[in-house]
């Protein structure tokens, strides 16, 4: 063991160079990749591109094990190195933190299913908090070590410094003399560019990342400023049951992250309607008039998004899919409900027997408010025993069938059946 050790730390320095190196270009690919899995812009442009962009991300997370495991074999030969340079030490430190933070976060939150929501939130949090954190530290490390900045000749605003030089006069006698000798640099470039990069990087990200701690510290509270930019104008808004406002669940834990595949639809009355369809006996359509009068029940239920958040203690307002299915005649020869989404291009299922859980419902209000275009509004589907993304959002036609149907997501790498563990 001990000779293999002695091999791989063989040509110390150059393996070191290669390893910050892979390092660089493993971290890079997870910033882009991470960014774009994380941005609504990008998800709506990248479609089901986005799915091979993640598992991208997560054989790129896996793969940056292999850095971390080979420097440790260096670390202790660096250590030694670094035993006069308490700077770099820190540095190296601040670097391995960042690493295994990012690896094992990140194995969690791949893991969703096995570890479960709880270990996952904690697991997100964390990732974030390195993301938010270390990125910027790992742009400012590496933009101001760059080989040019360590040229002395680049360097500006030197100070001359003075030595004691011994000199001797015609007799012979020594003198002690001061002469100047090359300046050297007190305030250089280097130190100049690494100001203005933390400055600049502490303007553009901290206010971003104090935002993020804010709303990931507290529950919340948002819902009426996302309600006063609803796209959404849907006349008169709907009279929240007594039960649901204030919320009987003490509102919402947590903060929704708004996820969609395609550009966010509007409504208005003009354009909204809601059916239900296919081999019922008693198909119907309702306006948006007639559906506010349908009789509504109060449920208070977590919301788990399958990328490893969750919302906690939500009050949803809305009409069980069971009285929808009871009410227009479900059909013996179906055996699927299909659910279409506003945008005209998402779609889910269940089956029948799913369809019939008592919490699933088909909600038009959130903790007594309007549910606002960007998470799903006017009227969204909740089903509260699996993963989010069957929860269709811009809900307005559900339809019966007798044939299989994989939905958006399912069809794009998600599994069909996207049950919660069991606690």
Known sequence: MGRWIAAVQKGFGKKLIRLHAWNAWLVALLAVTGLVLVGGFWREILGEVRVWVRWLHIIGGLALLVPVVYYLFLAAKHWKRLSDKPGQKFNVIVVMVLLVGWIVSGILLWLLRQVGPAVANSALFVHDLLTWVGLPYIIYHSLTRTAWLKDPKKRTIKQPVTVEKTITDKSGTVVAASSPTAPSPFYTRRTFLRSAIGVGLAVSIGPTFVRWLGSSLTSGGTWEQVAASNGNKMIPDPTPLKSSAPPIGGGAQGEFRVYTVTPIPNF?????????????DKPQTWNWEQFLKLKRDVQVSDFHCVTGWSVYKNTWEGIPLSDFLKAAGVQSSATMVKFYSGDNVYTD?????????????????????????????????VIPQMYAYKSVKWLNRIELIAEDHVGYWEQRGYDKDAWLPKA
Do not use: C, E, Y
């Not at 003009?270 to 081999?279: P, T």
């Open 349 to 381: 299922s269940l089956t029948l027997d799913q369809a019939q859980m008592k919490d699933i419902i088909v909600a038009v209000l959130h903790d007594g408010n309007i549910i606002p275009a960007d998470l799903g509004g006017p009227v969204r589907l």
């Open 268 to 280: 208005d009355n003009s354009n909204w309607d809601f059916k239900i369809d296919g081999l019922v």
